[in-house]
């Protein structure tokens, strides 16, 4: 069996999403020991999920023959509104039936180790500061565009969580009063019309209108799709990843006049479709945001990808070990 001394105890950390359930285990200094990847098939419901996230928990200690003793913590990064004090996810709009669920408490009685929750999107800009894009700078927002939308804040190089833990719900902000209902029950939220859905909807219905596309199969089509019909000159895919281009826009035009940020990172999946949704998105802040926070503000592709939320996590818990004294 691996030893391992007690100063070096590293983290197992886990990104649940609604799509992916992402686990590694991680040392102080950042190196990640084992990693474990399956999907979560969120629509079978709160328990199934949980089942998968201990026999993920089972499989990466088994990789490298470690029991939970030999860890510093285990830290959870979840999709949803997260009560981190509580160790609740209240709710979470891609993990249905997940109301209050105490998964914190649930992982630290069969583990019996110091457990930690947090939001994922708020781990994924603790990733990207320490080990990312964001290194160095003090004040930061986070975007992660991928089957939703979540947001990160760091304010004067640390997390900001609001008073509940729930800041950053950036993906719910209002865009359009006319827009699509959104799962959270409000209308045109910015995850309505930029995230990697918003964008395969909107090309489903205008294809369905009977506006001309390369695209065929209309009934799976997916943001990859629209991006690569984009890219070989598609004129439809073109229109819809402007569309959520402008959205985006006026979203990080609210995010610049109420932080004043140095820097917007943009995280997920939309990072990938690089200058034909970000470029379109930098120039509606240039042209519509305050001049002097326009103007400094730097607007970057996220560079840890699909780890930033297990190294936040991690990093998250080895913080809030180093407040307990631990």
Known sequence: MRKIKKPELPVLAIDLGGTKLLSAIISPAGEVLAREYCFVFADEGPQSVIERIFSSINSILWQISIEPSQLNSISIAAAGAIDTEKGLVTSS????GWHNIPLRDMVKEKYSVNTYLINDASAAVLGE??????QGINNLILLTIGTGIGGGIIIDGKLYSGTNGTAGEIGHMTISTNGPKCTCGNVGCLEMLVSGKAIARETIKRIRQGEKSSLVNVNDI????VLKAAQDGDFLASKVIFKAATCLGIGMVNIVNIFNPEMIIIGGGAANMGNLLINPAKQIVREKAFQLPANTVQIVPAQLGNDAGVFGA???A???NLKRGE
């Not at 997916?222 to 799709?225: M, V």
């Open 93 to 96: 709009p891609h993990l249905p």
């Open 129 to 134: 500061h320490h080990f990312g894009a964001g």
């Open 222 to 225: 997916t943001a990859e799709e």
């Open 314 to 316: 991690a990093i998250f």
């Open 318 to 320: 080895f913080q809030q």
